[in-house]
T-cell receptor, first 116, second 115 residues
């Protein structure tokens, strides 16, 4: 149990376009989902925390207008990178927290975004 | 402020050697959780262990063992008789509960096991 999926697993887009990444909890309801970004050979950096039905909370330095997060249901959160630029190329990982178990996050397999 | 330090950026060992990955954390809370994850080249994080702040018992799982010492704020990870398949980046993480439930990740240690 506690499986989190991400779609797509990799995406290449042109500079200036927008790309949407989906994060789904497949067999549980996720009260909270988290979005991380990981640059090559670096650690995971939390971008934002999203709670179902409310606005996402962004970490300091993350542009909320550029990284749009929607948590429309207890099993789906989406991250849209708007007007993507090459510097947005990164590995994006989502995680989900089970409603009843507060301390644990279950991670998706990640989405590799390349902006050309 | 909460912080996780993994001072070892990269470690190389020869197969069958034992290796210990260090993790030192900082937190003001009395209730917190510590985790270790493995990230192979595919990128997907693999959960290894969770430990809460009230449980200082060491744990062994096959070739893996963990040493949690609150007195030194450390949660070290040892791989015994390392194998090439252990080559990966290993992350230590801290989560506070109750709270924002955020994870604070260390910078990771890249382990290379040479045949």
């Amino acid at each position: 149990g506690a499986v989190v999926s991400q779609h797509p697993s990799w995406v290449i887009c042109k500079s200036g376009t927008s790309v949407k990444i989906e994060c789904r909890s497949l067999d549980f309801q996720a009260t909270t989902m988290f979005w991380y970004r990981q640059f090559p050979k670096q650690s995971l950096m939390l971008m934002a925390t999203s709670n179902e039905g409310s606005k996402a909370t962004y970490e300091q330095g993350v542009e909320k207008d550029k990284f749009l997060i929607n948590h429309a249901s207890l099993t789906l959160s989406t991250l849209t990178v708007t007007s993507a630029h090459p510097e947005d190329s990164s590995f994006y990982i989502c995680s989900a927290r089970i409603r009843q178990i507060s301390y644990e996050q279950y991670f998706g397999p990640g989405t590799r975004l390349t902006v050309t | 402020a909460q912080k996780v330090t993994q001072a070892q950026t990269e470690i190389s060992v020869v197969e069958k050697e034992d290796v210990t990955l260090d993790c030192v954390y900082e937190t003001r809370d009395t209730t917190y959780y510590l985790f270790w994850y493995k990230q192979p080249p595919s990128g997907e994080l693999v959960f290894l262990i969770r430990r809460n702040s009230f449980d200082e018992q060491n744990e062994i799982s096959g070739r893996y063992s963990w040493n949690f010492q609150k007195s030194t704020s450390s949660f070290n990870f040892t791989i015994t008789a390392s194998q090439v398949v252990d080559s990966a980046v290993y992350f230590c993480a801290l989560s506070e509960n109750p709270g924002t439930y955020k994870y604070i990740f260390g910078t990771g240690t890249r382990l290379k096991v040479l045949a």
